[in-house]
């Protein structure tokens, strides 16, 4: 009879009233995955996360790496090649696919070269929104009292601000509009929902038993804010901020249109552009406002995602 002590083994009666030792693998325990793991899972299976995360990867590559789509010039322009000309369709990936705008400039590559404006707006604002409004909103939350009053008196200040109006009347203010004056405009006006979202966020977990914990064994302020309460006031926190990505791309593409935005190649500028010739190219503003459409779309797509992913209350 083989050897089975080193291995988990369960014994067997066998039916004719002898007792044979039969090695039966004990079942493994099933490993507990936490709610990142569990989200992980969920995203994996989930359709609409695998369309937008393809879309947000060819977005990330045609930012990073424009030239690999084009390699013609998106500002100069050729008199010669004017707007009245065709698109010629069946030249893919030419400069001439999509045709050229009024000043002989090729909209293929402007829409290609334009996703860099557009993308690295979003993320920048994004980023920085996360930031103040996350640690403002962590703050309010966590030591409560006057600091709490204060900070949420001051959201409100702030919340009751029309977003674009405002930032339009900063952006006026300079001239050479960058692209980190942009990030800046959008982001000093954005910041109240994620300070709000993590305020309610770290109201709730500081009343957990762990917090309770490393306080009575004497853990100091930022290790229970940053250690404790923090990683487990993300979920919301990263659901708004996916959602609103998309947004600021599109307050970005508003505030272009409008001509306060980027001084330079941007899906708004042109689509501001090929408004004035409509009636006769309608090629100038259709391929930015469609990239501009699926951009905005795909970052939704995701941020919708997430949120199922992370809500136990759609489990």
Known sequence: MPDVTKTDVQTAVATD???????????????????WGDAWNDLRHSWIFGVSAVLILLLLTITFFPGLFTDTDPIKGDLAKHFLQKPKLGHLFSADWLGYDQQGRSVYARTIYGTRASVAVGFGTTLAVTLVGGLMGMI???????????????????????????????????????????????????????????????????QADYVHAAKALGASTPRIMFR??????????????TISLGVYISAEATLSFLGLGLNGVSWGNDISDGGNQIRVAQWIMLYPSIMLSITVLAFIMLGEAVRNALDPKLR
């Open 17 to 35: 009233g002898g007792a044979t030792p039969v090695a039966v693998p004990a079942a493994k325990p099933e490993k507990s995955r936490s709610l």
């Open 140 to 206: 309010a939350g966590y030591f409560g009292g006057i600091i709490d009053s204060i900070l949420s008196r001051l959201t409100d200040v702030f919340f009751g601000i029309p977003f674009l109006l405002a930032t339009m009347v900063v952006l006026t203010s300079f001239p050479d509009r960058t692209t980190w004056v942009v990030i800046g405009a959008l982001a000093a006006f954005g910041w109240t929902q994620i300070a709000r979202v993590m305020r309610g966020a770290v109201i709730t977990t500081k």
């Open 228 to 241: 404790h309460i923090l990683p487990n006031t993300l979920a919301p926190v990263i659901v708004v901020s």
